[in-house]
């Protein structure tokens, strides 16, 4: 069956061998194209799963996308080791090598520039959240019922609920106000920041509600101080949890399309 072009990422060229067992996507080992002062890291991935329709079919299966995205995700983590590349979108995908040139020399300028910003640099993720009180809805919104065996008046219950509703308030503005901080922070320490729409718990599956979620362009040689900076945060919120993830491939800095 007819041979398709996957490409995982660019970057400039680079004198360290990848690893020889390493495979890609469809279990094919990545290989490198030249190009003009770049390189397109791809492989061969089978028409059969990868031309428009069948793979317009494939996105849809969750199974299929989550060991795409391993397996593309661990490519590009093999690249991190030695050179800086510039991550494409998952299933970014070339008729022939020719295509992938004609890619690359079209885009040429972008690449290089976003390159020279890139170079040397990780991307950390940070995500803020505030633990659901008792009795509290992924929406925010809190059961407000009678204790056992006592009876509650229409006033005292609608007080009840008041009182409950300001607690939560004042419990999200404090919460906002220290995701505002840490993320002011953590972006005067790095050389470029992203604020990513916040997780919806019941699609994330973690607990708690989402109110940062921000990835940080960080030198390698500052990775250390950052690190640093949000593990000293993480016990200054109590009912808040700070989580620090990477570091990763520049993703968010590299001016694709998530």
Known sequence: ??????????????????????????????KL?????????????????FAEEPLRAHLEDLEWLTATARAHHGVIDALMTVTTPLPLRLATVFRDD????????????????TLDRLEGRVEWGVKVYVEFAPGETPGGTAESEPAAGKAVSGRDYLRQRSM???????????????????????????????????????????SGRNVLNAAYLV?????????EIVDRTKDEAPGMRVELTGPWAAYSFAGEKP
């Open 98 to 113: 020719s295509g992938v040139r004609m890619m690359l020399e079209a885009r040429e300028g972008d690449f290089r520039r």
């Open 33 to 49: 194209l030249h190009h003009r002062g770049l390189v397109a890291v791809v492989s061969t991935v089978p028409e059969g799963d």
């Open 1 to 30: 069956m007819t041979g398709l072009r996957y490409v995982y990422a660019v970057c400039r060229p680079f004198g360290a061998a990848l690893q020889t067992q390493l495979t890609g996507v469809a279990g094919a080992p990545p």
């Open 219 to 227: 030198p390698r040689a500052e990775s250390e101080e950052f690190v």
């Open 164 to 206: 409950r509703a300001r607690e939560q308030e004042d419990r999200w503005r404090k919460a906002e106000e220290f995701a505002t901080r840490l993320h002011e922070t953590l972006a005067a320490h790095a050389d470029d920041s992203r604020l990513h729409a916040p997780q919806d718990p019941a699609l994330s599956g973690t």
